[in-house]
């Protein structure tokens, strides 16, 4: 099993473009999240899924845009990216919120 | 909301025994999770308490006291691939899967 994928891996941007970031599980997760990881500060949530076709807004969830259209996959959006959201961003899932979470290798996003 | 704490930076010696503490503040507490994370890679669960005591995992060992709000991991007989960040993690009693991390306390490891 792959367990939790995330593509691409490295990102360069300018101001006010936009991309999609995708998260992809094999493990039948119900449960998916989006953080952030920025130097000095812990990881935060973005967004979560509790399940197909549902998503919901975490801590910092401003400038981004989520979609669960598949139990495997959750996407991350940014419409117009800044450079504040210069970044590390992590996917994970679990069984259900009670559980761990399995953490994807990581996306490093650089806005210019 | 939640509020964690945790040392920035520890150094201990290859073999020894380390403690990394964590505390927090929260308006509702159901459980703490500590993960591990390698430089450059994916934090990767270790353990998580729920209730009071300690939990024993081979070499890690994690503790927590929900009266005091403080846990602690224990890492025994260190070897140098544990150098890593520990991440401290709170998960509330309302919104299960908002858990809220704590910065990482960097743990270098050296002979």
């Known amino acids: 099993n792959a367990g939790v994928t995330q593509t691409p891996k490295f990102r360069v941007l300018k101001t006010g473009q936009s991309m999609t970031l995708l998260c992809a599980q094999d493990m039948n997760h119900e449960y998916m999240y989006w953080y952030r990881q920025d130097p000095g500060m812990g990881l935060r949530l973005i967004h979560y899924?509790?399940?197909?076709?549902?998503?919901a807004k975490g801590e910092v969830p401003d400038g981004y845009n989520v979609s669960r259209l598949k139990k495997q996959n959750f996407l991350l959006g940014l419409e117009s990216a800044a450079p504040s959201q210069t970044s590390v961003y992590f996917c994970?899932?679990?069984?259900?919120?009670?559980?761990?979470?399995?953490f994807g290798p990581g996306t490093r996003l650089t806005v210019t | 909301g939640q509020n964690i704490d945790q040392p920035t930076e520890m150094t201990a010696t290859e073999g020894a025994i380390v403690q990394i503490n964590c505390t927090y503040q929260?308006?509702?507490?159901?459980?703490l999770f500590w993960y591990q994370q390698h430089a450059g890679e994916a934090p990767t669960f270790l353990s998580y308490n729920v209730l009071d005591g300690l939990e024993e995992k081979g070499r890690f060992s994690s503790f927590l006291s929900r009266s005091k709000g403080y846990s602690y991991l224990l890492l025994k007989e260190l070897q140098m691939k544990d150098s890593a960040s520990y991440l401290c993690?709170?998960?509330?009693?309302?919104?299960?899967?908002?858990?809220?991390f704590g910065i990482g306390t960097k743990l270098q490891v050296i002979p």
């Open positions: 929260t308006s509702g507490f159901n459980g």
């Open positions: 993690a709170v998960r509330p009693s309302g919104g299960y899967q908002k858990v809220t």
């Open positions: 994970a899932s679990s069984y259900s919120a009670l559980y761990e979470q399995y």
């Open positions: 899924s509790v399940g197909e076709g549902t998503t």
